[in-house]
């Protein structure tokens, strides 16, 4: 389990990357905090080149408020989105879901950017920022291209990146009032890619949900967004048959994988669990099983 | 040749045994994926990998016999060409008449149940580290091994020198749990490369290599019928079993003796037959981990009681303490051999008392009743689940010491027992330092090295408590009388009138009058000037060899209460208790460490760890991203109360407790999530538990 022979470029400056990505293209490989690379690396499931490690460019990592906008740099590592004040209040459904990635020495390693880059279906950030409509900003040597997150994930692994491109800031909108979020998931252990995870975010204006937005992962080739829940809920009054209609609803409308960790009818069944309690914890119905 | 059964087992069973051996390298075929067909040695292991890519390797698929179906087809392929069949050995035990009763008309129920295969996951892989010297013709191997003695004898055979000439040292290894407990190709290969290069080698396993090639283990399957009347008492078991080795067997038919040993557990039942049919697929080779074939055999037989207590609508502990062997027939002899030849006696203990012990620390069976039937008014699912074993420990045939008392003083011994972690330097230097009235700092122990002791057996089987504490004692008891000689010879008095206290050797009563055993050592010491009695040989040491009668039997009920998480079906074990009667304990908390890890690694097994092949014989658990080993976050309260019941079998009346604790979690865990779902009249018949089968059995209960 050691890697194959690959030539090393550590830059501290986000335009050599580029540079260096703009010459070798899909040759190179980007490093951000490794943890899915580097295991597929000492697989050797990965070939290139040259690996370019981005954990230098101190600029792409932050997080801050702009606006309506709470920009997240790219190399923020996952324990400092967990840590972070302005998440916690401008994102409170990313600073849930975070503290599921991974155990701890993991997410101080590991990174935003690198995990919406990977785009593994289980990981909880992709569902995240597709729940929340964020924005991800992609970067090449000629410029930058803003794409909506229902755009960047294209599949199992699969992502608009482009391979002159860096993904280098994530957009996402900071919450209003009246919304309302829940995160939770499913794994075998703690710490486990969920099996099953679900990240809603629930508007109630005057007693009724004016709108909805869910989204899972474990569940496809990527994450996937409920619509077929979220058109039943919205415009209702929040009840408990209401969400189990919902639930049934999103678990009819997906088609989610069989692994050795859970067949599809598992997923789906878990998936419709997890939309009832985390539609009902939104909608401040029940404190779910919050265990921890 | 280690694991070889003796003549007095050969002649008790009924056995066909034609076990293959297994080759250091694959030659004309490969039998599993993992098993290793060239060896690369380079500077450093970036390098061999990147070479091992450059090898390319001219091989054929031949058809993959991947399940025991697949191996026991008629037209099935041979795993070994050189075999009549894929059956490597058939085992048969009876006592009484089983097939009588069964078809006498009696009541009786049949299952299939199924041991899913998994294994021991040492955090530490192993690894093999050898130096030659061509002045002495001699090697050096360090071994992260269990059997330091057996790779001595394998590497000495194999590579043509002499035994003195090869000494294996097992350094701090880290955990073993069996998977470490035999030889394995690169004990032999390492060596082998350093005598040919004349440089040291090393290999150390990663984690991939690990999963694919170190040994799993358990994968058998039951066939079993049980007899029983209407008052609860079984009758007779009849269980045909077929044990999927993989390709190599390579400590023989040890488990599923062992599954057959024990199957009857703590309970008094007249007749019984159990078959074995043990055979080779294209699958890692099976071999024992913590609790060796036992764990199998306690699932089938546990899962059973709970099965004939709902035939009878009884409750499971009420079933169990019917059949129980009471406290006043013990020693009990159940009426077939165990692996060592010797008719099975249990030696000592009180079965029912520990089950009313477990269920007691649960609270007592009327309150969990009554919880249980609460929770199901509510629409959540209780249970709870018992699970009672015994567990032959402290085998056979033998293990030495040597004791040695040097001219400091200070005391040294040394063992063939290999430590992986479970406190042996310190349990033997108690004992050592009760022989001899000093305390434990003051003596040395020396264990898992060939250059400090001749002979030994290794760590393993639940053994070395028993074998190298008894050899211990053995050996101090004959360096007393030569020590009390020369006492009695400086202080002139008659050796009867002698005593051991703190160090010193004093005489009965006038403890002015005494000699400190440094100044023995001195006057023992060969040469001019010596002060031993007249025709005493020079020194203070012996060795000798405790080679115990048989097996030592410890016992235990586990049992856990288990509630049902209705979104995910997982079973939360809200307590799980054990009581445990291992004989005296040398050590409380080691103790407690044995049973808490034991019960760890069972809990694991129950619920989370699994190898999967898929048909073709291909590992999909490759890597700890498949193959789940529990965590700190995985494991429940657990509560472990100790029973003493001193063996009679040895002198210190200790019995074995390493594995323990693995042995019943995964039907205890099982009996619970059944009991919680009895509403549904959900059963389960194959480990792991899962979670998708438990929330089918929800649906239907909320419909
Ligand atoms: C034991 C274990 C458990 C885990 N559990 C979870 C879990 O429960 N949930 C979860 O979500 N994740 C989990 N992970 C993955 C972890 O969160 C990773 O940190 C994350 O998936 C990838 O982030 P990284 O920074 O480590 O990326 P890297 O491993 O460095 O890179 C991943 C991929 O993204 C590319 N990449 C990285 N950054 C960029 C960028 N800025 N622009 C373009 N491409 C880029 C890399 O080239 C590579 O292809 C786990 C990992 C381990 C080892």
Redesign the interface.
């Known amino acids: 389990m050691k890697p194959a022979p690959f030539n090393y470029r550590a830059p501290d400056k986000l335009t050599e990357a580029l540079d260096l990505l703009a010459t070798y293209g899909s040759d190179a490989k980007v490093l951000a905090g490794g943890q899915s690379l580097v295991p597929a690396m000492n697989f050797r499931l990965n070939r290139f080149a040259l690996l370019i490690d981005i954990n230098r460019i101190r600029e792409l990592e932050y997080i801050r408020i702009d606006g309506q906008v709470l920009r997240i740099g790219a190399l923020t590592r996952h324990r400092d989105i967990e840590m972070s004040p302005l998440v916690r209040e401008h994102a409170p459904l990313v600073a849930e879901a975070v503290r599921h990635v991974a155990h701890l020495p993991i997410r101080t390693r590991g990174t935003i950017g690198g995990s919406l880059s990977h785009a593994d279906p289980a990981a909880e950030s992709p569902a995240i920022v597709l729940a929340l409509d964020g924005t991800l900003v992609l970067q090449s040597r000629t410029g930058a291209r803003s794409v909506r997150a229902t755009e960047f994930f294209q599949g199992m692994f699969s992502t608009a990146l482009q391979p002159n491109e860096l993904l280098v800031e994530i957009q996402l909108p900071v919450a209003q009032p009246g919304q309302r979020f829940a995160f939770e998931e499913v794994s075998r252990r703690r710490g486990d890619f969920a099996i099953v995870g679900v990240g809603a975010m629930v508007n109630l204006q005057h007693g009724r949900i004016s709108q909805a937005r869910f989204a899972a992962c474990g569940v496809g080739t990527g994450p996937v967004r409920l619509r077929a829940a979220e058109q039943l809920l919205e415009q209702q009054v929040p009840t408990a048959a209401l969400f189990a209609r919902a639930a049934a609803a999103a678990a009819a409308a997906v088609d989610p994988q069989t692994d050795i960790h859970a067949d599809a009818e598992y997923r789906r069944r878990l998936l419709a669990g997890l939309v009832e309690r985390v539609g009902m914890r939104a909608a401040g119905l029940s404190e779910g099983a919050k265990r921890d | 040749m280690q694991n070889r059964p003796p003549k007095s087992w050969r002649d008790a069973v009924e056995h066909e045994i034609n076990i293959p051996d297994q080759p250091i390298l694959a030659t004309d075929k490969v039998r599993y994926v993992g098993e290793a067909l060239a060896v690369i040695v380079a500077e450093s292991?970036?390098l061999a990998?990147?070479a091992a890519?450059l090898i390319e390797v001219d091989l054929e698929p031949l058809p993959a016999v991947a399940t025991v179906d697949m191996a026991l087809a008629t037209d099935a392929p041979k795993v070994h060409d050189d075999l009549k069949s894929n059956v490597v050995a058939r085992l048969r035990i009876r006592k009484g008449d089983a097939a009588g009763i069964l078809a006498s008309g009696v009541r009786s129920i049949r299952h299939r149940f199924t041991n899913h295969r998994y294994l021991a996951m040492p955090i530490e892989c192993r690894g093999v580290v050898s130096q030659y010297d061509s002045r002495s013709d001699s090697l050096t191997i360090w071994s992260s091994t269990q059997v330091v003695h057996w790779v001595r004898r394998e590497v000495a055979v194999r590579l043509g020198l002499p035994e003195s000439r090869v000494r294996c040292i097992a350094p701090d290894v880290g955990g073993g749990f069996g998977v470490k407990g035999h030889v394995y190709p690169e004990d032999v290969l390492i060596p082998y490369l350093a005598r040919r290069l004349g440089r040291p080698v090393k290999w150390i396993e990663?984690?991939?290599e690990h999963l694919l090639n170190s040994t799993h283990a358990r994968d058998d399957r039951h066939d079993v019928e049980v007899a029983f009347d209407d008052k609860g008492r079984i009758l007779a078991i009849r269980d045909n079993f077929v044990k999927d080795s993989g390709a190599y067997t390579p400590v023989g038919i040890g488990a599923p003796s062992n599954t057959i040993a024990h199957l009857l557990g703590p309970y008094d039942i007249p007749h019984l037959e159990a078959a074995a049919t043990v055979v080779v697929t294209n699958k890692t080779p099976n071999a024992p981990y913590r609790g060796s074939g036992r764990p199998e055999g306690v699932f089938v037989m546990e899962r059973l009681m709970d099965l004939v207590a709902r035939e009878l609508g009884m409750d499971p502990v009420e079933l169990r303490l019917r059949n129980m062997i009471p406290p006043e027939r013990m020693p009990y002899s159940v009426g077939i051999p165990y692996r060592d030849g010797v008719p099975v006696v249990y030696d000592s203990g009180d079965f029912p008392a520990a089950l009313h012990e477990a269920i007691n620390a649960l609270g007592g069976l009327e309150a969990i009743r009554a919880e249980q039937r609460a929770a199901w008014a509510e629409g959540r699912f209780l249970g709870l689940g018992v699970a009672s074993f015994v567990e032959g420990t402290g085998a056979g045939p033998f293990e030495g010491a040597t004791v040695r008392i040097d001219p400091s003083g200070e005391i040294f011994v040394a063992t063939g027992a290999c430590a992986q972690g479970q406190g042996h330097e310190t349990i033997f230097a108690q004992v050592a330092a009760d022989e001899w009235g000093v305390t434990p700092d003051q003596v040395t122990v020396s264990i898992a090295d060939t250059g400090s002791i001749a002979l030994g057996y290794g760590t393993i089987a639940s053994r070395s408590a028993v074998n190298s504490s008894s050899a211990i004692r053995k050996a101090s008891a004959v360096l007393r009388q030569k020590v009390f000689a020369i006492a009695g010879h400086l202080l002139e008095c008659a050796i009867e009138d002698l005593e051991l206290r703190d160090g010193r050797v004093s005489v009965k009563g006038v403890p002015t009058m005494s000699i400190s055993l440094a100044e023995i050592a001195q006057a023992a010491r060969p040469g001019w000037d010596h002060r031993r009695p007249p025709g005493m040989s020079g020194g203070l040491e012996v060795t000798e060899y405790f080679e115990p009668p048989t097996v030592t039997w410890a016992y235990a009920t586990h049992a856990a209460l288990v509630e049902i998480?209705?979104?995910?079906?997982?079973p939360i074990i809200r307590k799980y208790v054990v009581v445990h009667d291992s004989g005296v304990l040398i050590n409380p908390k080691l103790a407690d460490g044995q049973v808490l890890g034991g019960v760890c690694q069972g809990i694991g097994g129950g619920l989370?760890e699994?190898v999967?092949y898929d048909q073709d014989g291909q590992l999909?658990?490759g890597?700890l991203?498949?193959y789940?080993v529990?965590?700190a976050?995985?494991m429940p309260p657990i509560e472990v109360i100790h029973r003493e019941t001193p063996s009679p079998l040895n002198e210190l009346g200790v019995k074995g407790l390493g594995e323990g604790g693995a042995i019943a979690p995964p039907v205890a865990i099982a009996n619970a999530v059944c009991d919680a779902l009895r509403p549904a009249g959900y059963e389960i018949f194959a480990t792991p538990i899962r979670?998708?089968e438990i929330?089918k059995a929800i649906d239907k209960i909320l419909g």
């Open positions: 292991r970036y990998e990147d890519e990663d984690r991939h998480d209705r979104i995910t079906g997982a989370l699994e999967i999909l658990t890597s991203m498949d789940l529990p965590t976050s995985d979670r998708s929330l």
